[in-house]
């Protein structure tokens, strides 16, 4: 936004940028330059006639002794400490969401060979990896099946094998939760994310299917939610800020219909 000075034609005069409680002082301000209004034009005496008859108006000189070298504001006192508290606040505000200071946080690993801190597998942990009988019933839509072939993956796992061997569990469930998912089982597919996040909690891919699946399950608050999460570890992860627009219009949505119910 902007403060303006406008004559007592109505025309604006000066301006400078806005961003403050009081307007500023001198060369904060700059002349403004609109079109004239159609009267102005006929009768302007600086103007000169064209071959067709039209009126070339030429551009005014600016008077720098006409900015508004100090500016004075009265009011009420109230209203003034009023506009610097929002002011400071919204200053704040924007400080603190750059900061990520009032993302929710995200909780510790609940198994003991997790990490707190990684956020995507290995790179040679790729889903082509993957057995191929899952791969091909994917490929095909057979999304329960794939599920069911992904649990027997799974319990060929075994016990314990490192980070590496939660890395490929927590994989595995990521891939089963999107079957789950694909094949409309939001409970399942949610357990399973769920259960890929317990060993890495800043899991990016995993946590945006939980967002995704969230929304499917008609649960935009938490969703949101999840998506936040994304955003205090990498705010420049794709999709991003796609999916957060669409949690926070459903957000939106359910809550002014909670509004007009009542």
Request: charged share 25%; hydrophobic share 40%; aromatic share 8%.
């Amino acid at each position: 936004y902007e403060w303006i000075f406008v004559d007592a034609g109505w025309r604006d005069r000066f301006t400078h940028e806005g961003g403050t409680v009081i307007p500023g002082s001198g060369p904060r301000w700059s002349h403004l330059h609109r079109a004239a209004a159609a009267a102005d034009t006929e009768t302007s005496s600086s103007g000169k006639e064209d071959l067709a008859g039209a009126v070339e108006v030429s551009p005014p000189k600016d008077d720098e002794d006409e900015l508004p070298w100090q500016v004075i504001y009265i009011g009420n006192p109230h209203t003034v400490h009023r506009l610097k508290h929002g002011f400071n606040w919204h200053q704040q505000n924007t400080r603190n969401t750059l900061l990520g200071h009032k993302l929710p946080s995200l909780p510790a690993p609940t198994h003991p060979e997790g990490d707190a801190t990684a956020q995507a597998p290995p790179s040679d942990l790729a889903l082509d990896s993957l057995p191929e009988h899952v791969l091909d019933a994917i490929n095909e839509g057979r999304f329960a099946d794939a599920a069911t072939r992904l649990s027997d993956s799974l319990l060929a796992l075994g016990g314990s094998g490192g980070v590496m061997r939660s890395w490929r569990e927590a994989e595995l469930r990521r891939v089963k939760a999107d079957c789950h998912r694909r094949d409309h089982d939001w409970p399942a597919a949610l357990e399973e994310v769920n259960a890929a996040l317990a060993y890495f909690p800043c899991f990016l891919d995993a946590l945006l299917l939980r967002a995704a699946i969230l929304l499917d399950m008609g649960d935009p608050h938490n969703a949101r939610q999840t998506l936040e999460q994304v955003m205090r570890v990498d705010r420049g992860y794709p999709d991003l800020l796609i999916m957060l627009t669409i949690a926070t219009a459903h957000v939106n949505r359910a809550d002014n219909y909670r509004r007009s119910a009542y």
